[in-house]
């Protein structure tokens, strides 16, 4: 595998890296949420004006046309130069791909433009009490009436809802077909009488992710996406996009944290000397920077594959896993190299900044549920990558 760029695709990173050294805004407030997101849709609106908002969108609905590998380039350095995340990072990633996938054309005019320039963020409503990874166990409901669906039921672990505008919703129209089969994806608007959201406060404090109860909501027919029915493929394709989207960004992070563990280590002072000439602490980091560069690896060659089939495939999400396992043992090995203290988060003279490594350690811990649990992956590589044989 020949894993350098072309000139043209050189050309393009440097275009990218000098464009974000020349306009990253800095880093996020740390006021709160509210802060947070007004932050972001400032970011992405320049983004969208330099035509970066939409990087892997065809150039007819408002995007750069990138290929997958510029694309690969421009999530590589913007990851690198720590600029923030857009806004509607679902809808561009998730939302505004699947209009283009499987939407009509009345519905790619009236979505796409508001995704761009993040005057309306989107939601996922995927994710159900008791069906969570089984997403087709669902139980939420859709009800034909005229030319409406009224919907009844619950989502949760909802990011972001709170300031969403549209919600993909899947929802059971068809109670009799195989569960597979009786689903509908729909677009629901989040600002009616009939969507209540409520916050789901995480162990850092924080309240990123939501319950969404849905009592009687109206969607009408023509915000179904897709065919009636027909929702678990279109459910698929999100997920595909979700994953496929996640390694470059997420390998340029887990470089960064690296770098900053490794400063950590080499200022530490434990035994006489630093944590970086421990032997314990060498092979630990050491192993962790073996299993970044797999993980780099095998990126590049799930993004040939994807460059042949022309769509992101399974092996996204043997990314996903990895970045999760990789993220949460740097966190531990952090406090660990902080020493027995380190959970007080005391401001110890050896910490890279006061708190970072304790909200990482915190944070992380949601990194091997969120976007597909980590068990769920294995199978779906065990599977559909591997080919091995279901074992239920």
């Known amino acids: 595998m020949d894993l350098s760029l072309s000139p043209s695709e050189q050309e393009f990173r440097d275009e990218v890296r000098t464009w974000l050294e ?81 939407g009509t054309d009345e519905q790619k005019q009236r979505y796409l433009e508001p995704i761009l320039t993040a005057e309306e963020i989107w939601c996922q409503g995927f994710s159900e009490p008791e069906s969570g990874s089984d997403l087709a166990s669902l139980k939420t409901k859709a009800v034909k009436d005229g030319d409406e669906w009224v919907v009844t039921g619950q989502k949760v672990w909802t990011t972001f809802a ?45 309240g990123e992710f939501n319950e969404i109860f849905i009592e009687e909501a109206r969607i009408p027919d023509s915000n179904v996406v897709g065919e009636v029915g027909d929702g678990w493929a279109v459910a698929i394709t999100t997920l595909m996009n979700e994953r496929a989207g996640l390694a470059f ?35 630990r980091l050491a192993q962790l920077h073996i299993e970044a560069e797999t993980m780099r690896l095998n990126a590049y060659r799930g993004l040939t594959k994807t460059m042949q089939s022309g769509i992101p495939g399974p092996e996204g999400s043997l990314g996903k896993w990895q970045w999760a396992d990789i993220n949460q043992r740097i966190a531990e090995l952090a406090l660990d190299i902080e020493g027995a203290y380190a959970p007080l988060d005391r401001g110890a003279e050896n910490a890279v900044a006061n708190g970072a490594w304790q909200y990482g350690f915190l944070r992380s811990r949601a990194n091997s549920i969120e976007g597909g649990t980590t068990d769920i992956l294995k199978n779906i590589i065990a599977e559909r990558v591997l080919g091995l044989p279901r074992l239920r």
């Open 22 to 102: 020349e306009n990253h805004p800095g880093p996020e407030p740390e006021a709160g949420l509210e802060e947070v997101m007004a932050f972001r849709r400032d970011w992405q609106r320049k983004m969208h004006a330099a035509g970066w908002a939409g990087i892997s969108w065809p150039k007819e609905y408002g995007g750069r046309g990138a290929t997958m590998i510029e694309q690969a380039i421009f999530v590589s350095e913007a990851s690198r130069q720590e600029a923030p995340s857009p806004a509607n990072v679902l809808g561009l990633a998730m939302g505004g791909p699947v209009v283009i996938a499987h």
């Open 162 to 206: 709170q300031y969403a505008k549209w919600c993909m919703l899947v929802a059971r129209t068809d109670p009799d077909a195989p569960k597979h089969k009786g689903l509908t994806y729909f677009l629901m608007d989040m600002e009616q009488e009939g969507v209540q959201v409520r916050p789901l406060v995480q162990i850092t404090g924080e």
């Open 249 to 283: 960004g997420a390998i340029a992070q887990i470089s960064n944290s690296l770098k900053r563990l490794g400063d950590l280590a080499g200022e530490t002072r434990i035994n006489g000397g630093t944590a970086a000439e421990d032997p314990v602490f060498r092979q």
